[in-house]
């Protein structure tokens, strides 16, 4: 028993089904309009009658180009693929060959969508491979630095400076801005609620630790990430895109050595240094409020002077010191662990500054316990 | 009488190309016709990038005129050079892939911005497309994942995309070994001659001119000019300048300038 059902599918296509047998007669110009108006259609249809014989007549197509073929090979291959067979008929020898070539191709393979379970241990298994990664690229990098240390003539001081030049003087005028807007905020912002127990003069107090202590780090820190700990994943990065370390290491030249370690000594050089200059413009920006509420300059050093000592200002290196370790180090393992592709330096940039900035928190909590449970 | 004559698909007129108003290459002059391939050719350092990066609008001319279609490129009327480029496609030296992209995305990126086609078709027209230059099966794969040769003929998939009569490409062999060379040679005649495709392509590979280009424009680094346009064999044969002739049979530049002073001799004598 054979069944026939008749169709007009728009200008450009003629369904015809007969039992087994479906003909589709497809006529015009099949550049990529022609397409786009016949595509839906005959796909529809065909992707619901796909099984038989297809016999797709082409003989009145007037025109032919790489999106026609893209169609008839989408057919050949969507029939192919319900189990049925395809045959074109109608074409020039040269478009019908191009069209073969086109349909030889394998159906496409969907990805399956991965299980929450399955996205989990993926996830799980690249966590713990990028924190094996970290703690090795943390023992080579000791690994060469206390030598070099040691042998402080095998360090490359040249680019030592150099990043140091980068690093610290560039960065001193937004260090010393910045510092001095935050501490003419927090004066700003405190002195209205000290004023209600008669302590305007003590904001300076408030100034003075806030920044020592906590705010001229961290805030010098977050700065050394943005500008310097993107800089080093961005130079190395392309370094490695580039195939420049691949280079120093078949030189024999430890890229450690070579890249690691002189922007690391600038970077652990240069933000106590920024710190300590940050400190300064913080104390500073505090004042004009003060000034403000009638209080002298000798008022507010003195406040300063009999709140702050020099174990604070200690913290405060100290806490600088170790943010630039990680800041440093975590740029520079971001930037030899780039991947290929023109995308990848971007990648690194992101997530030398990301890690950096989400480290130095973390230390600055860790570290602000320590002290405590210490007791300074 | 002979009105019906069709124009040719790109003109130039008294072209010279270089950099802010300083010609390095002038007097190109050529019409190519639709379905030719045409090569320009000239030894290291005589402009044919330049020239290319003219003939696809990145460059203004420094004088003398380029017509598509029968439209002038103006690089000063942006929405013309807009329509003007949907009817070109180009394929640079390395390829130029988006390396964050597969090549089926590579290839429907152009059929998203310039078609109305439904997703479902635009992949199928990419593979289809990625399967006529032999990757059919490879639209899945990142640039960085596949070969030098392989990057060059998905760059070609996505120069014809849009499946645009005109086809630029530069040094497509370059850097490939001869086999994939060749092969690449043979997929670009098969283009041409299914689908008519016109392409211009900057090379100095002389097996390539001689297997594929009708015609060959020849660029002279020491002159500055174009010196010579003609069917490649023609042109070795017959060519008045020996150094086109040495040039397209290979000889090294001390053949080029014994010959060259030789033909100086000849015409101081007659």
């Known amino acids: ?376 | 009488m002979n009105a019906a004559i069709e124009p040719p698909i790109i003109r130039l007129v008294d072209v010279a190309v270089g950099f802010t108003g300083t010609a390095i290459m002038s007097g190109i002059s050529i019409d190519v016709a639709r379905g030719e391939i045409v090569a320009i050719c000239g030894g290291s350092g005589s402009g044919k990038t330049t020239t290319l990066r003219t003939l696809i609008g990145l460059l203004p001319t420094v004088s003398g005129r380029i017509e598509l279609e029968g439209r002038s490129l103006d690089l000063d009327d942006a929405a013309s050079l807009q329509g003007l480029r949907r009817r070109y496609g180009v394929m640079y030296q390395l390829g130029a892939l988006f390396g964050a992209m597969s090549l089926i995305e590579n290839v429907c990126l152009p059929l998203e911005e310039f078609t109305d086609l439904p997703r479902t078709a635009m992949i199928a027209i990419a593979r289809a497309k990625l399967a006529l230059v032999g990757l059919g099966d490879d639209g899945h794969k990142l640039p960085s994942e596949i070969s030098g040769g392989m990057q060059k003929r998905a760059a070609i998939a996505r120069a014809m995309a849009l499946d645009p009569p005109l086809v630029f490409l530069d040094e497509p062999s370059a850097g490939l070994d001869p086999v994939t060379s060749a092969d690449l040679d043979q997929l670009l005649l098969t283009l041409n001659r299914s689908l008519g495709t016109t392409f211009v392509l900057v090379t100095h590979e002389l097996r390539s001119i001689f297997t594929i280009a009708n015609r060959v424009v020849m660029l002279d680094a020491r002159s500055h000019r174009m010196v010579a346009v003609g069917a490649p064999t023609e042109l070795r044969e017959g060519c008045a300048d020996p150094w086109v002739r040495g040039f397209l049979k290979a000889e090294n530049s001390t053949q080029l300038a014994t010959e060259a002073i030789s033909a100086e001799k000849t015409r101081a004598t007659s």
């Open chain 1, 1 to 376: 028993m054979s069944s026939s059902a008749t169709a007009e599918l728009g200008a450009f296509a003629t369904f015809q089904r007969s039992g087994a047998n479906t003909a589709l007669r497809l006529s015009g110009r099949l550049d990529s309009g022609g397409v786009v108006q016949a595509w839906p259609t005959v796909l529809e249809a065909i992707g619901a009658a796909a099984k038989g014989t297809l016999r797709v007549d082409a003989t009145e197509v007037t025109f032919c180009d790489g999106s026609g073929i893209g169609l008839f090979a989408a057919l050949i291959v969507a029939w192919r693929t319900a189990g049925g067979t395809a045959e074109v008929s109608g074409l020039a020898a040269d478009i019908l060959r191009l069209v073969d070539v086109a349909a030889a191709v394998k159906p496409l393979q969907e990805p399956a969508p991965t299980g929450f379970i399955v996205s989990s241990g993926i996830a799980t298994i690249a966590m713990v491979k990028t924190i094996r990664d970290l703690v090795t690229f943390i023992g080579s990098v000791i690994l060469v630095f206390v030598p070099a240390l040691l042998r402080p003539w095998s360090i490359r001081w040249g680019d030592a400076l150099q990043a140091f030049l980068k690093v610290g003087v560039l960065a001193l005028p937004v260090v010393c801005l910045l510092c001095f807007l935050i501490g003419g905020i927090i004066a700003f912002q405190t002195i209205g609620p000290m004023a209600q127990y008669g302590a305007k003069l003590q904001v300076a107090q408030v100034v003075a630790v806030a920044i020592v202590r906590e705010l001229g780090p961290l805030i010098t820190a977050i700065i050394l990430a943005g500008r310097s700990g993107s800089a080093f994943a961005a130079e190395i990065g392309t370094m490695r895109v580039t195939q420049e370390i691949d280079a120093l290491s078949t030189f024999g030249l430890e890229p450690v050595r070579f890249l690691v370690v002189p922007r690391m000594i600038a970077a652990m050089v240069a933000t106590p240094l920024l710190t300590a200059f940050g400190n300064l413009m913080g104390l500073a920006g505090g004042y004009p409020v003060l000034l403000a509420n009638g209080f002298t300059l000798a008022q507010y050093t003195g406040q300063i002077q009999s709140i702050l000592t020099p174990i604070d200002l200690l913290q405060g290196l100290v806490k600088a010191f170790v943010f630039a370790v990680l800041v440093g180090a975590t740029g520079c393992y971001c930037g030899l662990r780039t991947k290929e592709g023109p995308g990848a330096v971007g990648d690194s940039t992101t997530r030398a500054v990301v890690a950096g900035i989400v480290l130095i928190v973390a230390a600055d909590a860790i570290l602000g316990s320590f002290f405590h449970v210490i007791g300074i």
